[in-house]
């Protein structure tokens, strides 16, 4: 198993983590948010992280529609230099991605920092590989696609892309962060992921390139309710049917702890069969104490044939 830590972030730090915290920076300014998985003590000081942390996200009990089933919301706690909005910038090659970031009543702020590894790759594939030599445009379906990150990345490297969600202030986020970044044409579709891509499949619709990122529960426009290990079985069968045949590549993340990398494993080969050239691994940073946090579990393949 594979651990990716991206290491080309300027605008991104992992200060410190433990407590069941982590402290952050993003640009300017640093957070301290609620991080299940941190359940070793914390290296600096408490008083540090006050000091250091220019908001604090204080949650109360219940459920997250997005990224976590262990998430709670809240509020956050700022002091007066601390913006609703910022932006912070990442750089792979010749890609260069501006995200707006704002403040969440879920605690999210607008990026996954960990998934520029993705980025990179979806980057790179795209110019670089057969994916992109066989096509004089790559199409890409990025599924349960947030506000984008993967989405910019494809788009920059010259795909035409298809991002879908099923909340339309995220996507109206999305669309922000691509005029952000000097990017254009992305086709936004605001539905129901699932519903997407039967309709593409009954369609015979093939993309070169599928970012599928599921989350742990999640609900549709017109209420359709998601549960990933209810649906994410069917769900990868169908996309396996969007997949072209000629080429294409393949990114699968999961966040829900207590699923490993092995259950990606699974489910690709139940659908697709022994790729090679499969991935498999951990996202995560390390903070200065020098210990890793994971942050999901990612599989991801290219090939020429499926």
């Known amino acids: 198993m594979n651990l990716w830590i991206p290491d080309g972030w300027k605008d991104y730090e992992l ?30 000081p408490p008083d540090h992280w006050e000091k250091l942390a220019h908001s604090r996200y204080q949650r109360t009990r ?24 910022w932006t912070i ?25 960990e998934q520029a590894e993705n980025w990179n790759y979806v980057f790179d594939i795209i110019n670089k590989s057969a994916v992109g030599s066989q096509h004089s445009v790559v199409k890409v379906l990025n599924l349960f696609a947030y506000t984008g990150g993967a989405s910019l990345a494809a788009k920059a490297a ?41 309709r593409e499949a009954k369609r015979g619709n093939l ?16 209420g359709e309710k998601w549960v990933l290990q209810d649906g994410i079985d069917e769900l990868i069968s169908d996309c396996r049917r969007l997949l072209d045949p000629g080429g294409g590549f393949f990114i699968f993340s999961l966040y829900s702890m207590g699923f490993s990398a092995h259950i990606g494993e699974n489910l ?8 090679a050239g499969t991935e498999a691994g951990e996202l995560g ?22």
């Not at 298809?162 to 086709?187: Q, Y």
């Not at 690709?268 to 790729?275: D, R, T, Y």
């Open 89 to 113: 910038c990442y750089k792979h090659g010749e890609m260069n991605l501006t995200f707006r970031l704002g403040l969440t009543s879920f605690g999210h702020i607008g990026v996954f920092p």
């Open 285 to 306: 940073f390390r903070d200065r104490a020098g210990r890793i946090l994971p942050l999901g579990t990612c599989l991801r393949f290219n090939q020429e044939k499926v």
């Open 158 to 198: 010259g795909a035409d892309v298809v991002h879908v969600d099923s909340v339309k202030p995220v996507i109206n986020w999305a669309r922000e962060m691509m005029e952000a970044s000097g990017l254009k044409d992305i086709r936004w579709v605001v539905e129901d992921a699932v519903k997407f891509v039967r």
């Open 15 to 44: 200060i410190d983590t433990g407590g069941l915290e982590k402290l952050e920076r993003f640009g300017s300014f640093i957070l301290s948010r609620p991080e299940p998985q941190a359940v070793w003590g914390k290296s600096l």
């Open 207 to 222: 993309y070169q390139g599928i970012i599928l990122d599921p989350p742990a529960y999640g609900r549709g426009p017109e």
């Open 62 to 85: 219940g459920i997250d529609p997005g990224k976590s089933d262990n998430f709670e919301k809240g509020e956050w706690i700022r002091n007066k230099s601390m913006p609703d909005q």
């Open 268 to 275: 690709i080969k139940s659908h697709f069969g022994n790729v």
